[in-house]
């Protein structure tokens, strides 16, 4: 039976226990033991102010205090109604034979005949039976109207009734059956027990079991997050967990596991597993060969997946390379435009962490400065420092090196700054004859700061515009990868010292200092001494130069030249039979004059040369003599001509006609005599002066008188 608001019902005689006696009540009678029931309304002290009705089987509607409806219930009887517009409604039936019969049912005692436990339903749906128990007195009798309170857990495992709470309290029907409303299993599975209570009574517990739903989440358990040096096994395995939308394990679901394909991986110990009662699925992993970071990832049919994330780290450092950085170049003194960069790799490959790389640049030479001597690998396995080139030029390789590990270089090059000087190289100091190569080419040199040889600067080359000099077989040259800039010279016909300069722009200017030596001898030329005279055996007041030279006119030292003088006659005393030319080309004698007065020629003469002459003249001396030359010893007749004149003749010491003098003539004074042409004469260049003369009218013999002063 059933009914609300604490409304309550009785077979027999008296009220119930437990009522106040100040409300409405439905009061039921077995009225004899075939089963007639009487229905009646009663409030014993008609204070109850909510209106109560009921009818049973559908027949008349009972209202008030004192009516009475007999109904036979051996089948059974539906009661429905309402009190204060509350629903209420209930069985009774009347049990023959069990001394209910005139109101003799004694107080509850025991539960009896529980039905609904051992049932199970998955999460979130209700179970299919109804829990129900009887409530008897001590003699077995199902007692009605007792209130029966069907309690869950408050927690966990459990489940709510059709009210929506964990509890509920019922009334014992007319059979003494008390039926909760529908039970509905929360979201957490597993077993519980729901209780049913009542006052008076042992508890009666109902077994239910919640089981797990579909899967609704994989999720991982534990195992990702590990890490282990490669080729070796992770320490715990991969555990994948598959719960319900309760969050409630499932078990037997296959769930597969699926490592990377290539790239850091895993080996697996399976490609699946079923969960277990816990919902747990498992595989064991071993790391592959290559380091790195990676997901293994944990799938099952309908619900998304999940991923491990596992981690290889790399092995020993097995192998140290050059990573960047090498073969790199830039100007002396300042820094490589890229880090040396050395890569530390395990035998996988696999770069390694926190290994000492040290550094080394050559300690001289061309080099650089480093920014540190070592660097400590990072997680890429790199260690790098910073090169600057140091004030060389040239090529080197900077040394990495690791304990245990094959060395490495970095091949760098420290080219050449701008021009900073220009300096003759090779070349200066040469002679050559006239119209000749040079043997050795004029090479300058182009040199930065540092001293290093610069390449691609334009050297210009310049030699004399007149005199000696020389034909340069180019302008200008670009210097070399030796910072080398040449030319080849070519002497001109001009023998002499002279300059070739050398400039580029920015730097100073160099010289390159040649001569042009002068060729074979080519010719023999009088300098200077030709055309003088000097008295005889008295030395030439200037030397008898004689003068050789080449074809170009260029005066040749080292000729002997020979110098000779007639052997007889007008000649000179020579100072030595020959000459070697000097530097000038010159070769000189002096001459003195014999005492033969005269013109004759000193000869030079050279070997392969044509001779030359120098003209000289020995001058007569003072007079020293005066001698008849002719006319002396005739005869004439009186007062006639004589047919010769009077000659006189002045010669020197040496017995040489002196020209200039004056010889004066005399004839006597008185007797015979003769008439003179002239008193005197001058001594032309033979040494004669002369008159003629006419004897006068006196016959005899005479002398005719020459006389000049000293």
């Known amino acids: 039976m059933n009914m609300t608001d604490d409304n309550c019902f009785d077979t027999g005689g008296a009220f119930p226990g437990g009522t106040s006696g100040n409300e409405d009540f439905i009061f039921i009678q077995a009225a004899n033991g075939s089963g007639s029931t009487n229905f009646e309304i009663q409030d014993e002290n008609l204070d109850d102010t909510r209106d109560l009705s009921f009818q049973v089987n559908g027949g008349s509607v009972l209202t008030s205090t004192g009516q009475l409806q007999t109904v036979n219930c051996s089948a059974g009887c539906t009661v429905t109604g309402s009190i204060g517009g ?106 519980y027990n729901v209780t049913a209570s009542s006052a008076g009574i042992s508890d009666q517990t109902f077994g239910l079991t919640n089981t797990a739903g579909a899967a609704a989440t994989l999720a991982v358990s534990s195992g990702a997050g590990q890490s282990t040096a490669i080729s070796s096994a992770f320490g715990t395995a991969l555990v994948a967990l598959v ?119 050559p300690g001289s030479g061309a080099s650089a400065g480093l920014s540190a001597s070592s660097d400590v690998t990072d997680g890429s396995g790199l260690a790098s420092v910073t090169a600057t080139a140091n004030a060389t030029a040239g090529g080197y390789n900077v040394t990495a090196s690791a304990t245990g590990l094959s060395d490495v270089s970095f091949g760098l090059t420290n080219t050449a700054g701008a021009a900073a000087t220009l300096a003759v190289s090779s070349g200066a100091g040469q002679s050559t004859a006239i119209s000749s190569a040079f043997g050795t080419a004029l090479v ?57 300069t050398a400039s580029a722009t920015g730097v100073s200017d160099v010289s390159f200092g040649l001569t042009n030596t002068a060729g074979a001898a080519a010719t023999l030329a009088v300098s200077s001494g030709a055309g003088q005279s000097t008295a005889i055996s008295t030395g030439f007041g200037t030397a008898l130069v004689a003068l050789v030279t080449d074809a170009g006119g260029n005066p040749v030292s080292g000729v002997t030249v020979n110098f000779a003088a007639p052997g007889s006659g007008a ?30 020629n000193v000869t030079a003469s050279a070997t392969g040369l044509s001779d030359v002459s120098f003209g000289l003249t020995n001058t007569a001396g003072a007079a020293a003599t005066l001698a008849v030359s002719s006319g002396a010893g005739q005869s004439t007749a009186i007062s006639s001509a004589f047919g010769t004149a009077l000659v006189a003749l002045v010669t020197d010491a040496g017995g040489n006609p002196v020209s200039g003098v004056t010889v004066n003539f005399a004839a006597p004074g008185s007797g015979a005599s003769a008439a003179l042409s002239a008193s005197s004469d001058v001594t032309d260049g033979s040494g004669l002066a002369s008159v003629t003369a006419t004897a006068n009218a006196t016959a005899g013999a005479y002398n005719v008188t020459a006389s000049a002063t000293g």
Do not use: H
């Open 86 to 191: 509350t629903s209420i409604n209930f069985t009774y039936t009347f049990s023959g034979g069990s001394g209910a019969v005139n109101g003799a049912v004694g107080p509850p005692a025991a539960f009896s005949s529980p039905s609904g436990g051992g049932q199970s339903a998955t999460i979130s749906t209700a179970f299919s039976t109804a829990l129900s128990v009887t409530v008897e007195d001590a003699s077995n009798n199902p007692v009605s109207g007792v209130s029966v309170t069907f309690t869950a857990p408050g927690s966990g495992a459990s489940g709510t009734f059709g009210g929506g709470g964990a509890s509920e309290t019922v009334t014992t029907d007319g059979s003494g059956v008390a039926t909760s409303s529908t039970f509905t299993a929360n979201s957490t599975a597993g077993g």
């Open 571 to 600: 000649s000179a005393g020579l100072s030595a039979s020959s000459d070697v030319t000097d530097g000038s080309g010159l070769a000189s004698v002096t001459a003195t004059a014999n005492a033969t007065a005269g013109g004759y």
């Open 243 to 361: 719960t319900d939308a309760g969050g409630n394990p499932v078990s037997g679901v296959t769930v597969n596991f699926a490592a990377p394909g290539s790239g850091a991986s895993a080996g697996l110990s399976a490609s699946s597993d079923v969960t277990d009662g816990s919902g747990l699925a498992s595989v064991t992993a071993t790391a592959n060969a290559t380091a790195g970071a990676y997901n293994v990832t944990a799938s099952a049919t309908g619900v998304s997946d999940v991923s491990f994330g596992l981690t290889n780290t790399a092995g020993a450092a097995a192998t140290l390379a050059v990573s960047s950085g090498a073969g790199q170049s830039t100007t002396i003194s300042t820094g490589f435009g890229t880090a040396l960069v050395a890569l530390v790799t395990d035998a996988g490959g696999n770069p390694v962490s926190g290994v000492t790389v040290n550094f080394a640049a």
């Open 444 to 500: 300058a040199l182009v040199t930065d700061a540092g001293g290093n040889p610069v390449s691609g600067v334009t050297v210009n080359f310049a030699a004399p515009g007149s005199g000696a000099s020389a034909g340069l077989s180019a302008s200008s040259d670009v210097t070399d990868g030796s910072g080398l800039a040449s030319v080849t010279a070519t002497a001109n016909a001009t023998a002499g010292a002279y300059i070739v």
